[in-house]
T-cell receptor, first 118, second 109 residues
Framework: GAVVSQHPSRVICKSGTSVKIECRSL??????MFWYRQFPKQSLMLMAT?????????EQGVEKDKFLINHASLTLSTLTVTSAHPEDSSFYIC??????????????FGEGSRLTVL | GQNIDQPTEMTATEGAIVQINCTYQ??????LFWYQQHAGEAPTFLSY??LDGLEEKGRFSSFLSRSKGYSYLLLKELQMKDSASYLC??????????WGAGTKLIIKP
C-alpha cells in the first residue's frame, strides 16, 4: 500500500532554534498534504493544509510565520518550526492523500515526529 | 458547530468482542473513517464508510447510519495488540476531516 515517510522521528533542540520536518509520499503523488499536531492523550489538531505549488492554508490560531510549510513537489512537504520554544514540544504528524483517489481517498499518515524543545 | 463524540476509554477481555461507538454532527458528510493509533505512533487506517451498512474486514467491522449520525467499530477475537486508541473521523462538505478525541481501548488477559 501507499507509504508516507516522515523524518526525523525524534528531534531535540534548544529554545530559539529552528527545526525542519520532512514528509514524503513514497509511491504516489500527493497534491495535498496535511500537517497535524497532537498533544498527549488528545486528538489530532489540523494545523495546515499544504497544496503542491501554492501557499499552505493555515487553520485558525496557527501562526503561519512560526510554522512554515513548503510543498515544493508532488512527493515532498516540509514543516519548519521557527524559533522553537518549549511550548512547541509536541508530536507532529503529516498525512497525504493519493491524488488519483480524489478528495475521498484514504488518508495515509507519516510515522510522526516528536519534537522536544529544551 | 461540528462535533464528534466517542467514549474516552473502554476495557475488554482478550478473545472477546467490543463495540466502539461514534456519533457525529458535521456540516455535510463525505464519509467516516476509523483509525487505530498506538501510543507514540501515527494513526493507521482501519476503515472507510460512506454508505449505510456494515463493512467487514477480517476481525474488524465498521457500521454507518447516516440518518442517525452514528457509526461503530466492532472488534472481534480481541488480541492484546489491539490495545490502542481508536479515532473516529468524519469528512465534511469541504472534504476536511473532523476528528474525534479517540477511544482508548484496554485489553485485559
Amino acid at each position: 500500500g501507499a507509504v508516507v515517510s516522515q523524518h526525523p522521528s525524534r528531534v531535540i533542540c534548544k529554545s530559539g532554534t529552528s527545526v525542519k520536518i520532512e514528509c514524503r509520499s513514497l509511491d504516489f503523488q500527493a497534491t495535498t498534504m496535511f500537517w497535524y499536531r497532537q498533544f498527549p492523550k488528545q486528538s489530532l489538531m489540523l494545523m495546515a493544509t499544504s497544496n503542491e505549488g501554492s501557499k499552505a492554508t493555515y487553520e485558525q490560531g496557527v501562526e503561519k510565520d512560526k510554522f512554515l510549510i513548503n510543498h515544493a513537489s508532488l512527493t515532498l512537504s516540509t514543516l519548519t518550526v521557527t524559533s522553537a520554544h518549549p511550548e512547541d514540544s509536541s508530536f507532529y504528524i503529516c498525512s497525504a492523500r493519493d491524488g488519483t483517489s480524489g478528495d475521498t481517498g484514504e488518508l495515509f499518515f507519516g510515522e510522526g515526529s516528536r519534537l522536544t524543545v529544551l | 458547530g461540528q462535533n464528534i463524540d466517542q467514549p474516552t476509554e473502554m476495557t475488554a477481555t482478550e478473545g472477546a468482542i467490543v463495540q466502539i461507538n461514534c456519533t457525529y454532527q458535521t456540516s455535510g458528510f463525505n464519509g467516516l473513517f476509523w483509525y487505530q493509533q498506538h501510543a507514540g505512533e501515527a494513526p493507521t487506517f482501519l476503515s472507510y464508510n460512506v454508505l449505510d451498512g456494515l463493512e467487514e474486514k477480517g476481525r474488524f467491522s465498521s457500521f454507518l447510519s447516516r440518518s442517525k449520525g452514528y457509526s461503530y467499530l466492532l472488534l472481534k477475537e480481541l488480541q492484546m495488540k489491539d490495545s490502542a486508541s481508536y479515532l473516529c473521523a468524519v469528512m465534511d462538505s469541504n472534504y476536511q476531516l473532523i476528528w474525534g478525541a479517540g477511544t482508548k481501548l484496554i485489553i485485559k488477559p
